[in-house]
């Protein structure tokens, strides 16, 4: 028991039909970015500082809806949203509506290091957030819409469904990073570059904290799915309250909202514990995921 | 606190009472009870919600809301609304005629005028909102450079008060929990935030779990600092220490506000699904009213007035 451990995430709700050479990159970007956490953690970064790091690596990537390869909003713009949690002290930042600034995830840090100047917010905090806007440089401005891409809606016979889309359609959207770090200190991050054809301006779980990411000193989680099912059943958050207040293992807990939390929704996440547990759990169907812990063991899949 | 800032909070707070119980004695849904009173406490000045909400850094306002039916856990919720006059009942809207959840601001300004010949959907300009009182406030928080989460002075003191009726801290948010006689549940939260906020900036009412949740066994509205309401999932914790740690509704809610959140940065109201209703907090005084069946009813700031 102890030790560290990092699980990543890059969506829930496969298309059945994904073919090879894609679950085979999937696999490979999942299989690296676990690798850059494991080196991480050796070179003893602390978990908050880990997931950044992974998350970016992930936000990088366009296979991954978030950041590039960002899912498209009605009007064909596109909008990012991401949260940060430190499980010592709960110290947590979000961001959302995010168009021009290449690492949303990076921005939600530095909202972490202003909330924690206590309520103190001056010109050189803000100052600070213009700074990182200027160095992550624009690589899309999302703020342009794509033309010809106001409407994403495809009609598919009898599809399976996921937020509303059919999964041929629909890309999975979040990416996230979950960790625990050998003093045990638990984080957790997720990134999005949110639902296909959603309307402008609409918040998913992503950014909330409770819902789509969080992290204390029991456990770090981050979720990803159909975002309304996330935010009524607090996700992130119970799977937390559960070890804390029933007193479940975190595999317990993570099977309990997956089985009791989503009603009709569907929903996948990645959790750890301080103890370097590290677990996972889906119903929807396939989550690409990838964890790994300090004994060696290592797994990545998308399907159950 | 002088007469003149209290008397016209607590009479506020007795009206949107009346308004309350008078709307639940006639058969309205717990979740139309919560926009009621909601609404009434934004249109009035003396909070800051709506009207008479506090101003961004840039003399701006910013509102948000948050709506929650209990049974369905069903729920809306809107941030950075400045020209609609009832936050609380876009996010209701939202709730009623999106797919989502959760609309913030140029999206959430654009539904609220698609959605113009609904219900409540009045748009004013933005000056309606505006106080001479929050200008004040917010000249004296640059000039202290902070943000200030007393707005009960205008003079940024030590002293806390708090200024929303049913269960609402400092900060000033407003609030409102129903539970009527079938046990149904609703939950309902609006603010305008923090003097001297960042632009954009998001507290905890909006935000479910946070500062608004409600399901079968409870309905919560919080206020205080945001952050650390956000920190402690503090409505989401009192409902999930009734299911999870059997706790009763008032343990469950004293447990959140004194071991959960730092002193002076909290406060909620809940009520269960069969009647009760409490009403802690760690600030200096909250303001606060309720009423249950049975024909008793209690306005008051302080701690030493009973009010469980």
Known sequence: ?304 | MPPERREPREAALRHCLQIGVDAIKAGRSPLDVVELVVRELEDNPHFNAGKGSVLTSNGTVEMEACIMDGNTKKCGAVSGISTVKNAISVAKLVMEKTPHIYLGFDGAEAFAREQAFSDGMETVDSSHFITPENIERLKQAKAANRVQIDYTQPIPKAEEETSLPNGDSQIGTVGCVVVDGYGNLAAATSTGGLVNKMVGRIGDTPIIGAGTYANSLCAVSATGKGEAIIRATVARDVAALMEYKGLSLKDAATYVIEECTPERTAGLIAVSATGEVTMPFNTVGMFRACATEDGDSEVAIWHDEPCD
């Open chain 1, 1 to 304: 028991m102890g030790g560290w451990a990092i699980a990543v995430h890059g969506g829930a709700g496969v298309d059945p039909n994904l073919p090879n050479e894609r679950q085979e990159e999937a696999k490979q970007l999942l299989t690296r970015c676990l690798n850059l956490g494991i080196s991480a953690l050796r070179s003893s970064l602390s978990a908050i500082d880990v997931v950044e790091l992974v998350v970016r690596e992930l936000e990088s990537d366009p296979l991954f809806n978030s950041g590039r390869g960002s899912a498209l909003t009605e009007k064909g713009t596109v909008e990012m949203e991401a949260s940060i949690m430190d499980g010592p002290g709960r110290r947590c930042g979000a961001v959302s509506g995010i168009t021009t600034v290449k690492n949303p995830v990076s921005l939600a840090r530095l909202v972490v290091e202003m909330v924690d100047n206590d309520f103190f917010i001056t010109e050189d905090n803000i100052g600070m957030l213009k700074l990182a806007k200027e160095a992550n440089s624009i690589l899309f401005d999302y703020r342009i819409p794509t033309s010809g891409l106001e409407s994403c809606a495809a009609v598919v016979e009898k599809p399976i469904q996921m937020n509303g889309l059919p999964i041929s359609v629909y890309a999975p959207e979040t990416v996230g990073c979950v960790v625990v770090d050998s003093q045990g200190r638990c984080a957790a991050a997720t990134s999005t570059g949110g639902l296909m054809n959603k309307m402008v301006g609409r918040i998913g779980d992503s950014p909330l904290i409770g819902a789509g990411t969080y992290a204390c000193d029991l456990c770090g989680v981050s979720c990803t799915g159909e975002g309304e099912a996330i935010i009524r059943g607090t996700l992130a958050r119970d799977v937390a309250a559960l070890m804390e207040y029933k007193e479940l293992s975190l595999q317990e807990a993570v099977d309990y909202v997956i089985k009791r939390r989503l009603d009709d929704g569907k929903a996948g996440l990645i959790a750890v514990s301080s103890k370097g547990e590290v677990a996972y759990g889906f119903n929807s169907v396939g989550m690409f995921r990838g964890c790994a812990t300090e004994d060696g063991f290592m797994e990545v899949g998308i399907w159950e």
